[in-house]
């Protein structure tokens, strides 16, 4: 029997979506796990996994194309089977199965709703669908109370759906005024979650309505976001005005501005004013590939005054100037992440020098072999999966009540991308060759800053390793990525005169800091591996066999 694939509500916020890119086509045989399509949200572009197994029957939604939450997206089935039944009606639910009664009793809720005025700075949260089986939710811890202050980014709650339990992100500035599912209570998506808004707001309308609001006193994004232009407060010569005036023509004189939610979305990120932006979409809309194509006002100034003859009298020197530039949600957690580890965690670390000749003679000679490229963060990355096998203290994570010894190892590869850092990890280091390394660690960094890495890839390690050694970073301690009890900082190979057989001869040296968390590995344990680390970096032949 054919099944059809809505375009599913990725966020509490998300009301539309836009096919980024297909990866299938109609046609093609699929199986549950496969990436179907990219879709873009109003939070980012994600990968859209299929649940089912068939044969691809139907595209819904073309490239570049945009599609309200829960509007036929594709149809998977047996090959050739008819369903130009579904096709005629409109579809409602993967199954297709609505029951009478459940009809009958939302006409009558519908019916009963009282439309009212919400109050300003309220936001009513709901239950979000997050794939496209969800058909309700499951509040399995509430991490913030009535009462709470809570900004964008914090977690709200761990939501279990009909795939995990995930962490449920805040999106809006304000107070928990108002929880409506308890823990361990389960709801239909879409139902009031809780709502947020100024304290000692009173939202008992809201709730007794059960959250439901009128359509004229809500924005979502099937609506045009009003945004008000805000008022210029910059003095300007006569001649950049002049120049400048033509750029802010396209301010509604009414003072609004209409843009889509995406648009919106990209130009709070980039940190964009709406109001100098000219729409080219229906009665003027602000879409998506405005905001991509702005060149701000303040660049277009710059230029004025960088070509203007008496461009140099114009700028006051010693004028002081800032920049504030959002945090992404990347940045958000990394601090967040980094701040619990260093404050929580009693740190040490300890530093020594290896010698590298041997490892640069291996290193050439293995990729000399075709096909075959190994570099030197892979051999330190198996150099320290393999010291972790004699040392497993340092292999562990600490928790108030035990002290977790993990029996596998997982070696987590930090990689900088454009918003921070992420760390993909290689599991079961220990039991991959050199050559597997280096081919898991490049397509996992790949990913990484492709922004295609999935949260799997980047859960579970049991050690850190951190290499700035090709920015020339010499020597540097990292902050441990807990829940792991150590991570080792990678500098620089550094030419340099060293002693050998009594002889001052010159060598290559690379040094190595391992950050350890007090309450799990001691100072003599810590030595014991990087002594251990040490031989094998320094005898590349051990790491072959």
Same mark, same amino acid.
């Given at each position: 029997m054919a099944t059809v694939i809505n375009m599913p509500r990725l966020s509490d916020t998300m009301e539309e979506g836009v096919v980024?890119? @297909?990866?299938?086509?109609?046609?093609?045989?699929?199986?549950?796990?496969?990436?179907?399509?990219?879709?873009e949200t109003d939070k980012a572009t994600m990968e859209f996994e299929c649940f089912h197994e068939g044969t691809i029957l139907h595209i819904g939604v073309q490239e570049g194309e945009t599609s309200p939450v829960d509007v036929l997206l594709a149809i998977i089935g047996e090959e050739n089977e008819d369903i130009s039944s579904l096709l005629s009606s409109k579809p409602v639910s993967e199954s297709q199965v609505i029951e009478e009664e459940v009809s009958e009793e939302t006409t009558t809720n519908s019916s009963s709703t009282t439309n009212f005025t919400i109050p300003e700075g309220v936001n009513v949260v709901t239950m979000p669908r997050l794939s496209d089986t969800m058909t309700d939710g499951t509040? =399995? &811890?509430?991490?913030?109370?009535?009462?709470?202050?809570?900004?964008?980014? %914090?977690?709200?709650?761990?939501?279990?759906? %009909?795939?995990?339990? #995930?962490?449920?992100? !805040?999106?809006?500035?304000?107070?928990?005024?108002?929880?409506?599912?308890?823990?361990?209570? &389960?709801?239909?998506?879409?139902?009031?979650?809780?709502?947020?808004?100024?304290?000692?707001?009173?939202?008992?309308?809201?709730? $007794?309505?059960?959250?439901?609001?009128?359509?004229?006193?809500? +924005?979502t994004d099937q609506e045009e976001v009003e945004v008000k232009a805000p008022k210029k407060n910059i003095q300007q010569e006569s001649k950049v005005s002049e120049n400048t005036s033509k750029i802010s023509s396209n301010t509604i004189s009414s003072g609004r501005v209409f843009a889509s939610p995406l648009a919106k979305k990209i130009a709070i990120d980039k940190g964009y004013n709406l109001a100098d932006i000219k729409g080219s979409g229906e009665n003027?809309?602000?879409?998506?590939?405005?905001?991509? +194509?702005?060149?701000?006002?303040?660049?277009?100034?710059?230029?004025?005054?960088?070509?203007?003859s008496n461009s140099k009298s114009f700028v006051n020197a010693g004028v002081e100037q800032s920049d504030e530039v959002k945090n992404s949600q990347m940045r958000k957690a990394i601090a967040k992440s980094l701040g619990n580890s260093k404050f929580s965690a009693p740190d040490f670390s300890l530093n020594i020098e290896v010698n590298m000749d041997n490892a640069m003679a291996s290193r050439k000679?293995?990729?000399?072999?075709? %096909? &075959?490229?190994?570099?030197?963060?892979?051999?330190?990355?198996?150099? !320290?999966?393999? =010291?972790?096998?004699?040392?497993?203290?340092? +292999?562990?994570? @600490?928790? %108030? $009540? +035990?002290?977790?010894?993990?029996k596998h190892i997982h070696v987590g590869v $930090?990689?900088?991308?454009?918003d921070g850092l992420l760390v993909p990890v290689i599991k079961h280091t220990n039991t991959l060759s050199l050559t597997q390394i280096g081919s898991s660690?490049?397509?996992? =960094?790949?990913? $990484?800053?492709?922004?295609?890495?999935?949260?799997?890839? #980047?859960?579970?390690?049991?050690?850190?390793?951190?290499?700035?050694? #090709?920015?020339?970073?010499?020597n540097f301690t990292s902050i441990i990525n807990q829940p792991n009890s150590a991570i080792?900082?990678?500098?620089?190979?550094?030419?340099?005169?060293?002693?050998?057989?009594?002889?001052?001869?010159?060598?290559?040296?690379?040094?190595?800091?391992?950050? !350890?968390?007090?309450?799990?590995?001691?100072?003599?344990v810590g030595a014991q591996f990087l002594q251990t680390l040490k031989t094998f970096i320094e005898n590349p032949v051990t790491m072959l066999a």
């Open positions: 980024a890119k @297909w990866l299938v086509n109609v046609g093609d045989k699929v199986e549950e796990g496969d990436i179907l399509a990219e879709i509040v =399995a &811890t509430w991490l913030k109370n009535v009462g709470d202050k809570v900004e964008e980014g %914090d977690i709200l709650a761990e939501i279990e759906t %009909d795939k995990a339990t #995930m962490e449920f992100e !805040c999106f809006y500035e304000g107070t928990i005024l108002y929880i409506g599912v308890q823990e361990g209570e &389960t709801t239909p998506v879409d139902s009031l979650l809780t709502i947020i808004g100024p304290e000692g707001t009173d939202v008992s309308k809201i709730v $007794a309505n059960g959250g439901i609001i009128s359509d004229s006193n809500q +924005n003027g809309r602000i879409i998506k590939k405005d905001v991509e +194509n702005y060149t701000p006002i303040e660049k277009v100034v710059e230029t004025v005054l960088n070509t203007s000679t293995i990729n000399a072999i075709p %096909d &075959t490229k190994v570099s030197f963060n892979d051999m330190v990355v198996k150099a !320290c999966a393999m =010291a972790l096998a004699k040392h497993p203290q340092v +292999n562990t994570s @600490w928790t %108030d $009540a +035990n002290t977790i010894y993990h $930090a990689v900088a991308v454009d660690v490049r397509d996992l =960094a790949g990913k $990484a800053r492709n922004k295609k890495i999935s949260p799997s890839e #980047m859960q579970g390690s049991t050690f850190t390793v951190s290499n700035l050694g #090709m920015f020339g970073i010499d080792l900082s990678v500098g620089a190979i550094v030419e340099k005169p060293i002693v050998k057989n009594g002889q001052i001869v010159v060598g290559n040296t690379m040094k190595l800091t391992l950050t !350890c968390d007090h309450r799990t590995v001691d100072g003599a």
